[in-house]
């Protein structure tokens, strides 16, 4: 009830190629959806996230598609760049009582070649 | 400059010798939570703290304690640490549970 898959564990891109990463989740009650970029020797940071009353949302080159039904969700990296190789965690969590307990992708690592 | 702040960076100890990771946060935030990463195994949650003296178990909370005495600290002990501990750790801060902002981690290796 509380895993957050992830695939695919590993991806290779050229350089100006779409990256797609996707995750799907199990727990109804799960309400908020962000994903975090982390680079080698850094912290996760917060990359966007989504709320589940939208089925899309879009910050410059990235895009986060949210399917409720199927309880699944994509990051898609538009016009991928070698500055984008790092590692990618989606995770889910409930803001209402459990406000805090972030569940997360085992991480896929991208990698963009020139 | 907003940061949560994680002490040491890096941490070699021997199996059995009791040890502190500090964690401090500048910006308020009343969540915060312990994470270890491990390859292939993404990011688990060993504890979280909505509150001061308010803490709870996450996924993977055995062999670790933690406490909540003042908002900006949540420290995380290791009364006996065994190798399996051997770990990227990271703290974590959240103003309402939603965006998280992280440390920058601590490598643990235990021999």
């Known amino acids: 009830q509380q895993q957050v898959k992830q695939s695919p564990q590993s991806l290779i891109v050229q350089k100006g190629g779409i990256s797609i990463i996707n995750c799907a989740y199990e727990?109804?009650?799960?309400?908020?959806f962000p994903w975090y970029q982390q680079f080698p020797g850094k912290g996760p940071a917060l990359l966007i996230a989504?709320?589940?009353?939208?089925s899309e949302k879009k910050e410059g080159r990235f895009t986060i598609s949210f399917n409720k039904s199927a309880k699944q969700f994509s990051l898609h990296i538009m016009d991928s760049q070698p500055g984008d190789s790092a590692t990618y965690f989606c995770?889910?969590?409930?803001?209402?009582?459990?406000?805090?307990?972030?569940?997360f992708g085992q991480g896929t690592e991208l990698s963009v070649k020139p | 400059e907003a940061q949560v702040t994680q002490n040491p960076r890096y941490l070699i100890t021997v199996t059995g010798k009791k040890l502190t990771v500090t964690c401090s946060q500048n910006?308020?935030?009343?969540?915060m939570s312990w994470y270890r990463q491990d390859p292939g195994l993404g990011l688990r949650q060993i504890y979280y703290?909505?509150?001061?003296?308010?803490?709870d178990k996450g996924d993977v909370p055995e062999g670790y304690k933690v406490s909540r005495k003042e908002k900006r600290n949540f420290p995380l002990i290791l009364e006996s640490p065994s190798p399996n501990q051997t770990s990227l750790y990271f703290c974590?801060?959240?103003?309402?549970?939603?965006?998280?902002?992280f440390g920058q981690g601590t490598r643990l290796t235990v021999v």
């Open positions: 995770a889910s969590s409930s803001l209402g009582n459990q406000g805090g307990k972030l569940i």
């Open positions: 727990n109804t009650a799960f309400d908020y």
């Open positions: 989504i709320r589940p009353d939208v």
């Open positions: 910006m308020n935030h009343e969540y």
């Open positions: 703290s909505m509150n001061v003296e308010v803490t």
């Open positions: 974590a801060s959240s103003f309402n549970g939603g965006r998280a902002f």
